[in-house]
T-cell receptor
Framework: EAGVTQFPSHSVIEKGQTVTLRCDPI?????LYWYRRVMGKEIKFLLH????????ESGMPNNRFLAERTGGTYSTLKVQPAELEDSGVYFC??????????????FGPGTRLTVL | RKEVEQDPGPFNVPEGATVAFNCTYS??????FFWYRQDCRKEPKLLMS???SGNEDGRFTAQLNRASQYISLLIRDSKLSDSATYLC??????????FGRGTSLIVHP
């Protein structure tokens, strides 16, 4: 069974540019999560989709970040315009069930974003 | 006070040693607890869930102390392959996972 995949694995952009990250969850997983790890800090929750609906987006830093999950399959996270502090590793995770706390989350390999 | 705190380490132990990590959490309403393992520049992977009664998986034992608001991970007979960062994850009433910064373990020959 294929795991969670993310694209690209690395992205280097200049401040002010736009970047779109993609996450393909494990097939059949209704729950999809985005996280970010800034260097030296802990992994932080960004948002949670249940199918195509945003269940919780309380962790999104500001309105420069836009996440979508059309059709309830893959998800994109767009940063526009990117700022220096957006640099970090963006992880996606998926899980089965209705998003209950006990459901195991499977993480993708992450996208390492560097904003210059 | 951070929501989830871990000693960053590194814990440097010889093969065969027993090592224990603690993780404290601030939200008394927290419901679910996990230990994840993260290898260098890789994604986190679930090591084990932590149940109220404590649970064991081979060389790994996890415990939860709700009164003192901490969870622990005990690794017996350490292997070189156990070298990694161990992340404590706590899920509260809002269902949002909160990660600790991780504890680094280095097992040497």
């Amino acid at each position: 069974e294929a795991g969670v995949t993310q694209f690209p694995s690395h992205s280097v952009i200049e401040k002010g540019q736009t970047v779109t990250l993609r996450c393909d969850p494990i097939s059949g997983h209704d729950n999809l999560y985005w996280y970010r790890r800034v260097m030296g800090k802990e992994i932080k929750f960004l948002l949670h989709f249940v199918k195509e609906s945003k269940q919780d987006e309380s962790g999104m830093p500001n309105n420069r970040f836009l996440a979508e999950r059309t059709g309830g399959t893959y998800s994109t996270l767009k940063v526009q315009p990117a700022e220096l502090e957006d640099s970090g590793v963006y992880f996606c995770a998926s899980s089965t069930g209705s998003g209950t706390p006990s459901a195991t989350q499977y993480f993708g390999p992450g996208t390492r974003l560097t904003v210059l | 006070r951070k929501e989830v705190e871990q000693d960053p380490g590194p814990f440097n132990v010889p093969e065969g040693a027993t090592v224990a990590f603690n993780c404290t959490y601030s939200n008394s309403a927290s419901q679910s607890f996990f230990w994840y393992r993260q290898d260098c520049r890789k994604e986190p992977k679930l090591l084990m869930s932590v149940y109220s009664s404590g649970n064991e998986d081979g060389r790994f034992t996890a415990q939860l102390n709700r009164a003192s608001q901490y969870i622990s991970l005990l690794i017996r007979d350490s292997k070189l392959s156990d070298s990694a960062t161990y992340l404590c994850v706590v899920i509260g009433g809002s269902y949002i996972p909160t990660f600790g910064r991780g504890t680094s373990l280095i097992v040497h020959p």
